[in-house]
């Protein structure tokens, strides 16, 4: 059995949101593919500059058991997208699971889809994320915060301690080791502290 995830991509996207994740969970191909979504299909500029492909566009009836929604720059802007907002909302209904990274966690505020939820985001931008969501139970202090079936994440990085969790989820905990044993990544299991949150209160 594959689980499809859907990995949304639009401009000005954070590169390791997205391949980050990708990583820790494409250590385990017998279990998890991934197809790019966006808008509009074509070549997607990262806010780094690299480009990647999205396969698939919203207008598409493509299946996906699971979404992965990135941070980055672009996220400003998306939040006023309605097509995306849109977008989440509806999918996101059709999915086993919903994943977020970053400021991601807005896309999925602004759509509703976490509300009443337990949720975490980037410790840089946490007001700004979490002024599109006054129903959500934002967590400020959680590395990764998993409620039910939707997994959100404090900033970049963060998103590889996440997907290590949802691996655990799927194929149990040695699972997770080995991927990040394979990948030579150290992985932050302690999901309600986040060493950054601490760092950007002070300043």
């Not at 970053?102 to 007001?127: Q, S, W």
Request: proline content about 3%.
């Amino acid at each position: 059995m594959h689980m499809s995830i859907g990995v949304v991509l639009f401009p000005d996207f954070e590169i390791l949101d997205v391949f980050g994740p990708i990583e820790m969970l494409g250590m385990h191909p017998e279990l998890f593919e991934f197809r790019m979504v966006a808008e509009a299909r074509g070549a997607i500029a990262s806010v780094q500059g690299p480009k990647c492909l999205a396969e698939d566009e919203f207008g598409d009836s493509v299946a996906y058991d699971a979404i992965l929604v990135p941070g980055g720059q672009g996220t400003r802007r998306e939040v006023n997208n309605r097509s995306m907002v849109e977008w989440l909302r509806h999918r996101t209904r059709q999915t086993q699971f919903v994943t977020s990274v970053c400021t991601g966690a807005a896309l999925l505020a602004k759509a509703g889809v976490l509300d009443g939820r337990k949720a975490t985001t980037n410790k840089m931008n946490f007001d700004w994320v979490a002024s599109h969501g006054p129903r959500v139970l934002w967590q400020h202090d959680a590395r990764w915060v998993e409620d039910g079936n939707i997994f959100t994440s404090s900033g970049v990085s963060a998103g590889m301690d996440m997907a290590l969790a949802f691996v655990s989820r799927m194929l149990g905990e040695k699972a997770a080791e080995d991927a990040a044993l394979w990948a030579e990544y150290t992985w932050h299991r302690d999901a309600a502290v986040d060493p950054f949150a601490r760092a950007w209160r002070a300043r």
